[in-house]
């Protein structure tokens, strides 16, 4: 991919100079106004987008973006392929930060809260408020989320200065890995993993595709170990109480009770050591615990652990976790025996590293609370909140909000109001980070930069609040030696290049250094960090019980990190609300999920209303059976049950904190998400849910087929049944009297027998598409991408129960073998379905206007304004990717300014007519136009879908099929290729699917 | 014929029906003022066509969001009730061309209220089209017509045959209405007085009945006939291949032509019956619409029942011997799947409730008559909606599988549309001999020598 990417010297990503001068105040005008400029800024061309290389800062991943801004406004966001970590990817959450840039529910100037609510003041006000309070208030009690090294490094200078305590809060706690890491090998920090490495992987439950960690950077390395096109496909084994999106990637699914992930791990290690493998301090410990205990403990079978350790022992394996169902009361513990278990395997050093730089950006819980009560007992003058949402985000249990009411002066820095920030004296518009300056380290060895792509969105008076803190820092005389955050920024990089930029390898100029840094995003460096490459002996005492449970009933509450609102942060934006999650294909609202065989034993179907109670509190949510969850676990995700957050976030779903008690995990102070018991009972109510799924079942159809490991090689078989298929359909045909077009070629059969009218030619680019479903880890980055590249409205909660969404793009999901029964093989399948531009589209010849046509170079076009809107298009397409327009929704649904992110090369369409995927046609006609200007033909490679330009395991390729050396031609040329319906109706689609590749036996039924 | 031959064919009026003046008195006195009755049908035909268009209207304000059609099922209750229209629109036609093409003697009583019924079910069907489009303002484009851009409509799009068939059907059927009542509407101008005569005199063209109009019209007649006759095939044929021509499981099928053709005469015939019972018995046209009137025209049912219930039962059949999982499933979805009871209605109503026409006593009883064209006019409709709305909503994909749910603007349509169409046959009965005045003569025995004739008719 990146050998592509190298190609495209059109991508004017701009450099220091511009981008600098934008955030210091004098290049770009106001973006009020799209065009004319009387005198155009430099770097502006009218009708041409300028790139910003950057990092995104939606979670702690640190993956790298590509802004692409036009006329002075971002209006989308794509992977880096130059980046280190990320290659390419990203995530939905990452493409939405577009939405909260231009979040409608931004604050819109400083505020302070009066007998009336909440009054606007000016930035000068607000200084002297924050900077009389800071100096003369008492200790100040800083509580932020995490930030890059700079900025947390001056949040805590500043705390040191001002005098007071800064506490970070993370609701998707790590300290639980940290802390055993810091057991088993001596620093407080997280390890690194090497899933590519490995050819044996195992998860305890760690979401490491969906929110663990780093998933982006986890969703690359892990295509690289699983899918069959990188050689040999390893092995992926999940054990948990519930397939998370990255359990639905799994080959094998150990259905493992919440809370046992210590005795499996440790009870492999031990029989790792009893045939003779070392787990340094531990062995003793790990040489304890029998493989049938295990498997009692955890209420699985004990020949699978065994084959674990079979497979742990044969091959390079990872073991990674635990995850969201590993935050329980003994969670270090659990954390530890995985560590163990990895070095008793062996990977440490080869699969897992161990990095000797402790982290600073890190504090759990246990030291939250110690904040709230320091808070309550009226030990701070000031509290201030940045960019967390304790409110929200912590159980009510633990009494954050009255401990908040009681302090005496509250100020928040927030982009939009949310719990906490609402119930603050002083609220200061803080910048979005697509407008501000900030770096990270997402991996020892990179260097991440965080530029703004963007002036400040005008609408809203917002500045960033390092910029804000430093005035203060100012004001109160102290000096930080830099008048703006950019200038720390670049201080902070010139001085360490300084100090280790020899050794590092990055000698030179340091200002060259950072204009190189700022075109490219980031920059690779020989990490010095030594590493520890042995376990010691463990410091404190860890208890490797089961967990507790509190409360009654029989079902154990399991409370997870939502895959598209992570901690329920990014829940106010409309994109990731109608993402469909990618486990229940459920939009807007929450949903509980439990096995179909708990369900009916409670009486209940998908769409019941329950309410799950706790010992503390009680939520009504609807059920939606999930044969993928253990019959005694009931989940509930994060991220729902907004109050004051959003126009958008606010009222949908539940918040299950509401159902945590204060339970904590004694030695790392994490906090418990698997902590309680819940009874669940009807309501008697039922609502249809808001969902994609028609049927999970592919009934005979075998829209997504696989392949057995086995069997590939000599699935040359295969192709013959197509063809057969083929054959059978020519024949049928020719006996009805019609010659029917040919169908086995690619390029070949393209334009028809037919249409050898008009410009019709074989000469020019047929463009195709082929996706590798083997890589596909499902996650739905893809949709987020095509709704922001090609202006695609949302619908809302009602209208997508009603079978609306506008998506051109959807996800797929099929149970092929799902079973929370037992131990054994999963299967379950992901097909992204957008329009198949067939050659022989059955859409084109019912369009009686000719809205719905094909071009000469094979696009299936539809022309939106000669679109009358007779539906029949969608009626007769077999794949079901025409979506129509039912109202104005683009008109209605999206406010000032979220219109700002619109891609001005896309149309907006209107009420009453068809649409559906171009193939990003404009990225081809802008492909094309540069190649005829530069006299040559377009490159393999050099048009990226939008899908495709954020896919993390980077399952897409896209080109010119007639072109027999393109990446395109070869995947549809693989023995797994095949085309999804083409054997029952002969549609010839242009997009090409590799089947998946599983470790069983399964029936590849080529029709 | 002999009398004889057409008492036994239920041609003939009653037989104390014996001289012109009597059918003309008869048939012209539901021309008069009409009672408080008609008046009360009337407002509440208003009050619908209001609501028709009200509903419309919002439609098109709002956007045909306000329907319950979605994605998979695209087409619902308003190209269900096109195809209804559509439907019953055939046997107007079919009683007045093809049976005066076989001299069917026994067509002259109901021929003008059935074809009045063809023209306004056309009016009707026509609208749903539009009512269905997502941008009416642009529907003309479906229309060949000169542009500067050298646009023209698909010719290959079943929806293009459609309009060339609608319009087509309409203008015939108009024109073939018209001529056929210009004698009875110089009848009942030399019966009218005032503004009332004024407006027959325009629309009966200066019709005097000499030998010499009644030559030119009797050819004109035969030949307009002809022409209407293929026209009842091949619509309702067009119609169904915009189903057919589509590769939707359930919509593909060559059976769908000669399917739907029966099954609108199925629809159309219960129609007029529905409506032929009520107006004999308020306008007192007992006397000239029999028992063996409507005993024909149950006979006519039961022949096209059969065909309709055949049609189904092969549609199961092959989709069962095709093998084709998608052929398969669409059909075991009909059957049993989320609208199984849809398909039940349909089956009740056009397949088992006419079983009971084959016993003679059902067939000549008007209640029972009455009874059962209900039940087949709302089995049609079901069988349209099955065809349609569970063919989509059970197609190739399974993940795209979806259901829809008709909407209320949707049900204020589907009853407007009704109404829609009472109100134009309700001017009809008062406007129009709804008997064929001069036809009905044709059949009662001539006058004896000595009389004196009154009417020019």
Known sequence: MSDGFARRDFLKVVGAGSAGAAVAGCATEKVERLIPYVTPPEEITPGVATWYASTCGECAGGCGIRVRTREGRAVMIEGNPDHPVSRGGVCSRGVSALQALYDPDRVAAPMRSGPNGFEEITWDEALDILVDRLGTGGRSLFLTGRKGPTEGGFLDSFVDAVGGRRVIHDALDDSALRRATDIAFGVNALPRYDIAAADFLVSFGADFLDTWLSPVSFAADFAGMHGVDHGAKGKFVFVGPRLSLTGQNADEWIPARAGSEARIALAVAGELVRRGADAGPYTELAAGHGLEEAAEAAGVEADALVALADQFEAGTALALGPGAAGHHQTATAANLAVLILNAAAGSLGRTMHIDDAPDAEASSYAEVA??????????????????????????????????????PFKVAFATALDETSVMADLVLPDAHPL????????????????????????????????????????????????????????????????????????????????????????????????????????????????????????????????????????????????????????????????????????????????????????????????????????????????????????????????????????????????????????????????????????????????????????????????????????????????????????????????????????????????????????????????????????????????????????????????????????????????????????????????????????????????????????????????????????????????????????????????????????????????????????????????????????????????????????????????????????????????????????????? | MTTAELTQRGALPNPDVGKYEDVNRDVLKVLSRPGKGWWILFTMAAAGVGLFLTSWFYQIYKGIGVSGLNAPVGWGVYITTFVFWVGIAHSGTLISAILFLFRAPWRQAIYRASEAMTVFAVMTAGLFPLIHVGRVWHAYWLVPYPNSRFLWPNFRSPLVWDVFAITTYFTVSAVFFYLGTIPDLAAARDHARGLRKKFYQIISLGWRGTDREWHHFSKAYIYLAALATPLVLSVHSVVSWDFAMAIVPGWHTTIFAPYFVAGAIFSGVALVITLAVPMRKFFGLEDYLTVKHFEAMAKLCMLTSAIVLYAYMTEYFLAWYSGEPPERGSFWNRVFGHYWWANWIMLTCNGLVPLMLWVRRVRRSIAALFVISIFINIGMWFERYVIIVTSLSHEYEPWAWGLYRPSVVEMGILIGSFAWFGFWFLLFTRLLPPVAIAEMKEVIPPPRRGRVKEDAA
Request: hydrophobic share 35%; glycine share 8%; proline share 7%.
């Open chain 1, 370 to 407: 110690d904040a709230i009560r320091e808070m309550s007992g009226g030990v701070y003058g000031v509290a201030v909140v940045a960019g967390t949402n304790p409110a929200y985000s912590l159980p009510p249990a633990s009494g954050f909000r009255d401990a908040f009411a009681l302090a």
């Open chain 1, 435 to 1007: 407008e501000s300056w900030a770096d990270a380290i997402p991996a020892p060895g990179t260097y991440s930069v965080r530029q703004p792509a963007m002036r400040p969105v005008p609408a809203y008076d917002s500045r960033p609040m390092s910029d804000v803190l430093l005035e203060a820092g100012r004001q109160l005389g102290h000096d930080f030696g830099a008048p703006s955050f950019h200038d720390y920024l670049r201080g902070a990089h010139d001085a360490w290049l300084a100090l280790n930029g020899e050794a590092a390898g990055l000698a030179g100029d340091p200002s060259a250094r950072w204009r190189e840094l700022l075109r490219t995003g980031s920059v690779s460096y020989t990490d010095l960090t030594p590493k520890i490459a042995a376990l010691q002996a463990p410091t404190t005492a860890v208890d490797f019980r089961l967990p507790r449970l509190s409360g009654d009933g029989d079902l154990t509450l399991l409370v997870h990190p939502s895959p598209r609102f992570g901690d329920g942060a990014h829940a106010n934006r409309p994109w990731l609300l109608e993402l469909p999650d990618p486990v229940s294909k459920v939009m807007w609202h929450s949903w509980a999920e439990m096995n179909p065989a708990t369900a009916e034993r409670l009486g209940l179907r998908s769409g019941d209303v329950v309410s799950i109670t706790s010992a503390n509190g009680t939520v009504e949510v609807p059920v939606w059976a999930y044969p993928g969850i253990r019959e005694d676990v009931v989940a509930l995700a994060m991220g729902g049950g907004h109050t004051d957050y959003g126009r958008f976030a606010n009222g949908n779903g539940v918040n299950p904190m509401e159902l945590l008690p204060e339970a904590t995990d004694a030695v790392s102070g994490t906090l418990a998400l698997v902590s309680t018991r819940v009874t669940v009972t009807a309501t008697g109510a039922w609502r249809r849910l808001t969902s994609t799924e028609g049927s999970s079942d592919q009934d005979d159809r075998n829209v997504t087929p696989a392949v057995a490991l086995s069997a590939l090689g000599h699935a040359a078989e295969d192709a013959h049944d197509a063809e057969d298929a083929h054959d059978q359909i020519r024949e049928l045909q020719e006996g009805g009297g019609f010659r029917p077009v040919a169908t086995e070629g690619l390029a070949e059969d393209f334009p028809l027998p037919g249409s050898d009218f008009g410009e019709y030619d074989r000469e020019g680019p047929r463009w195709a598409m082929a996706i590798d479903l083997d890589k596909c880890t499902g996650c739905g980055a893809c949709i987020t991408a095509c709704q922001a590249e090609n202006n695609i409205p949302w619908v809302g909660e009602v209208q997508a129960t009603m079978g609306r969404e506008m998506h051109w793009m959807r996800l797929e999901r099929y149970y092929e073998t799902v079973d929370a029964s037992h131990s054994g093989p999963v299967d379950i399948r992901f097909l992204p379905m957008l329009c198949q531009h067939c050659n022989n589209a059955p859409c084109e010849p019912v369009c009686p206007v000719f809205a719905a046509y094909h071009t000469p170079d094979g696009l299936n076009a539809q022309a939106y304004n000669r679109c009358v809107g007779t539906r029949y298009c969608a009626n007769n397409c077999p794949y079901k990717v025409r979506v129509f327009n039912w109202y104005r929704y683009t008109r209605e649904n999206i406010p000032e300014p979220m219109n700002w992110q619109f891609n001005p090369d896309v149309t907006v369409r209107d009420n009453g007519v068809m649409e559906k995927c171009t193939f990003c046609v404009q990225r081809i006609r802008e492909a094309g136009n540069r190649a005829a200007v530069e006299g040559r033909d377009v490159r393999d490679g050099e048009v990226r879908t939008a899908c495709q330009s954020v896919c993390p395991a980077d399952v897409i390729r896209f080109g010119n099929i007639r072109d027999h050396e393109s990446q395109v031609a070869a995947a549809a040329t693989d023995e797994r290729a095949y085309r999804v319906l083409d054997a029952f109706i002969n549609t010839q689609p242009a997009v090409h699917y590799l089947k998946k590749v599983t470790h069983h036996e399964v029936d590849d039924g080529g029709h």
